[in-house]
């Protein structure tokens, strides 16, 4: 199985703020890789695919890079609603393994 | 949209059959997947099921969960068996969006499966 790695695995940021989250993974994906948004009590939903494709209806201040095995995700410009957990996911190969999640504070 | 129901508190060793009814798209036509969530933890892929028919699912529940699908209700289903304590968390239903790359949205808003006696 291909093992993601987030990190960090939290972090205090303040409005305003520009954060970067990244996530390494276990063998070479190519830009098989997806991130998602989730906050407390609600379903995931997706902000990045393809490693820099940005959802239709995501804001332009998240911004993902990346290729083989190295990734971020960038969020410029923290507005309130941004505070919630992030995580990557690998569509390489089955089975499609999440990072652990970076938890997003209000400092 | 989609809509999961089934989730509830089963004894060790029963088993449960979750739903996730789809509005919008056909389910027949559509690549479809479940992701599980232990409370307080991450996401943990836990099966999939392309159009063609061919499944996927991971070591954890293998040989215990079966993904399938319903053309005629427009429905997705995961029926789990010999359910342990492990299993409990909320199960979200998400189509797999595919164009070279693969991805999950939308997602469903959860159903919850706990196992407990």
């Known amino acids: 199985d291909i093992q993601m790695t987030q990190s960090p695995s939290s972090l205090s940021a303040s409005v305003g703020d520009r954060v970067t989250i990244t996530c390494r993974t276990s063998?070479?994906?190519?830009?098989?890789l997806n991130w998602y948004q989730q906050v407390p009590g609600k379903a995931p939903k997706l902000l990045i695919y393809?490693?820099?494709r940005l959802q239709s209806g995501v804001p332009s201040r998240f911004s993902g890079t990346g290729y083989g095995t190295d990734f971020t995700l960038t969020i410029t410009s923290l507005q309130p609603e941004d505070f919630a957990t992030y995580y990557c996911?690998?569509?390489?190969?089955?089975?499609?393994?999440f990072g652990q999640g970076t938890r997003l504070d209000i400092k | 949209q989609l809509v999961e129901s089934g989730g509830d508190l089963i004894q060790p060793g029963g088993s449960l059959r979750l739903s996730c009814a789809a509005s919008?798209?056909?389910?027949?036509?559509?690549?479809m997947t479940w992701v599980r969530q232990a409370p307080g933890k991450g996401l943990e892929w836990v099966s999939l099921?392309?159009?063609?028919?061919?499944?996927y699912y991971a070591d954890s529940v293998r040989g215990r969960f079966t993904i399938s699908k319903d053309n005629s209700k427009n429905t997705l289903y995961l029926q789990m068996n010999s359910l342990r304590a492990e299993d409990t968390a909320m199960y979200f239903c998400?189509?797999?969006?595919?164009?070279?790359?693969?991805?999950?949205?939308?997602w469903g808003q959860g159903t919850l499966v706990t196992v407990s006696s």
């Open positions: 998400a189509r797999v969006e595919s164009d070279s790359w693969e991805w999950f949205d939308p």
């Open positions: 919008g798209f056909t389910v027949s036509r559509s690549h």
């Open positions: 099921i392309y159009n063609g028919g061919t499944t």
């Open positions: 063998q070479t994906i190519s830009n098989y």
């Open positions: 393809a490693a820099s």
């Open positions: 996911q690998q569509s390489y190969d089955v089975p499609n393994t």
